[in-house]
DNA sequence: CCTAGTTACGTACACCGTACGTAGTGCGCT
DNA sequence: AGCGCACTACGTACGGTGTACGTAACTAGG
């Protein structure tokens, strides 16, 4: 008489284990690594509910057992990761413990490459995230502006981090399930700019790509992105 | 004979005709326009390729002739909203004009509800794209910085927005296929989110949380944000 | 004119999330 | 002690998805 709710739940609410009935079989840290396991290997498409409860060695709908929606099994994953974050102690210079942070967000999608497409969009306030705010809070201690201003911040700067690793591992995502490589469809794309540019409708744009030489450096741009965002919320160069 | 392709492929490098056989009855427009009113009246996930044939009045497969794969059909989509961007005459006061694009892209992801989660993680090189950055480009020619910082400047002012933005919309798209309301979700995560505080495992959270009175206001919290992005690249306040 | 490249589209396949029903298990209460 | 109920387990089935493939009709280029 299981009977899926009618009114919304968040699965950190809901008692992994209640008393009654058999034991269950697994922990939900156990399904999670379970996805995270296929998600790394096969790609963010390849968790399914099918796929996943046969990792994990069980019939699919016993799943639901612990994971009322699949949607749920996305917020396991994404805190799953999250563990990642190693919660040092700070330093006193807020500027680099932040950098430090974004670097080991930045890792982190790098090293699970379907973190961004499960973060866009996601409200989220899993236990890890909840302690990576607290650990990010502890950090700008030292930064002398009201908390909502350092929420902010923390804010946007996960957001710049989120934003430009899915632009640098987009094409690898996508390209996982297509029968050509990355190099392949990123050179068929720029080949495409480059007809457009050349067409002469867009001098200005033009005259950019002129200017850089050799291939864009994306860890650079990226660096130079956060020291702007960290610019903008250091009291000492206003 | 049709064949699909085994090597990538841009669809705007696609010939929309090339004169052999019978005349299409669609054009790609028309394809991106009724895809568009289906995911504004039902959702993103309403977007199927039966459906959009269905609305055009033809059978699926031959939207295949159209459009490759359903994720072309998607880049169709983000291009066609694009075109509702306004490309006004630059004023010569570039931060202003920079808030006007901002407020332009916000005002129609409100519209569409479903492009921030099309946005992250597409490459997006579209014609509406190309223009809309020969147009920011424009407006920022009173701007005395190199042209690669002026792209950089672009892709973070556009990250943020699509950030915030999609943020603010999550909620909203996601439960349009539940039985329940946006009001009710985010009354039930925020239950969620006050237990885990009142818990004083997260004090510098706690602090934040107790520090604002009333609701947030969303968007002057992305005005805010706007603005720090702006003075990072202001060469006058630095 | 003919033929090759297109359009149109019905059918079919593999896969998806998940509602529902049934059977077995063991805690909590009386 | 033992009953009942909440829970786990899971097979089946339904309505949906993207799209490969085959066939028929059509028309512009040689």
């Not at 866009?120 to 302690?131: A, C, E, H, I, Q």
């Not at 390209?175 to 990355?182: A, G, I, K, L």
Request: charged letters at 25%.
């Amino acid at each position: 008489m299981a009977g899926r709710a009618a009114v919304p739940e968040v699965i950190w609410a809901r008692p992994e284990r209640t008393g009654r009935g058999p034991k269950p079989a697994f922990t939900r840290a156990d399904i999670a690594a379970a996805a995270v396991r296929i998600a790394d290997a096969e790609g963010l498409d390849a968790v399914s509910m099918r796929h996943v409860a046969a990792e994990l060695g069980c019939g699919t709908m016993s799943l639901y057992n612990y994971v009322p929606r699949k949607e749920d099994l996305y917020e396991l994953m994404v805190d799953a990761v999250g563990a990642e974050h190693e919660l040092f102690e700070p330093t006193g210079d807020w500027r680099a413990d932040m950098l430090r942070n974004a670097g080991q967000t930045r890792a982190i999608m790098y090293r699970h490459t379907w973190v961004p497409r499960l973060m866009s969009g996601v409200f989220g306030f899993s236990p890890n995230t909840l302690r990576y705010l607290e650990h990010c809070l502890a950090c700008l201690e030292p930064l002398d502006v009201p908390a909502g201003t350092k929420t902010e911040l923390i804010a946007l700067l996960n957001g710049v981090v989120t934003t430009y690793t899915a632009n640098d591992i987009a094409t690898v995502e996508r390209t996982r399930s297509m029968p050509w490589s990355v190099e392949e469809e990123n050179a068929v794309r720029m080949a495409y700019l480059g007809s457009q540019v050349a067409t002469g409708a867009y001098p200005r744009l033009a005259a950019a790509f002129m200017e850089q030489s050799g291939p864009v450096d994306l860890e650079a741009v990226f660096r130079r992105a956060l020291e702007r965002v960290l610019d903008a919320y250091d009291p000492g160069l206003r």
